[in-house]
């Protein structure tokens, strides 16, 4: 079972950025972000496959955020500036060993079948 290790997050004010990782214990084949806020969907972020670095941004956070990966590491890195009071939620590290031959399934939920535990990140206005 490959385990998901989550860092970052925590209080910012608006306007300020912030940058959260995510460490596979295994080999897997696409990871990414997803929040979720109160009362709300869990809703994708971004996302990277690893073998050829394709990458989906929501279009919330697209021009925002930069999303990269370490393959030496299994790391992904999401960095969000500008962030939005709107920006508030649990955020969650997901990551899948399938095969994706479509890009576009990067940003489903159901793609993915291992996830983090989670980490606040807090916008202050």
């Known amino acids: 079972q490959v385990l998901l290790d989550e860092s970052g997050g925590g209080f910012v004010q608006a306007g300020g950025s912030l940058t959260l990782s995510c460490t596979a214990s295994?080999?897997?084949?696409?990871m990414g972000w997803f929040r979720q806020a109160p009362e709300k969907e869990r809703e994708i972020v971004a996302a990277?496959?690893?073998?050829?670095?394709?990458?989906f941004y929501a279009d919330s956070i697209k021009g925002r955020s930069t999303i990269s990966k370490d393959s030496g590491k299994k790391t992904i890195s999401l960095y969000l500036n500008s962030l939005k009071p709107e920006d508030t939620a649990v955020y969650f590290c997901?990551?899948?060993?399938?095969?994706?031959?479509?890009?576009?399934?990067?940003?489903?939920?159901?793609?993915?079948?291992?996830w983090g535990q989670g980490t606040q990140v807090t916008v202050s206005s």
């Open positions: 997901a990551a899948t060993s399938r095969t994706l031959p479509i890009v576009s399934s990067l940003a489903l939920r159901q793609t993915y079948e291992l």
């Open positions: 990277v496959r690893w073998r050829d670095g394709h990458t």
């Open positions: 295994g080999n897997t084949n696409a």
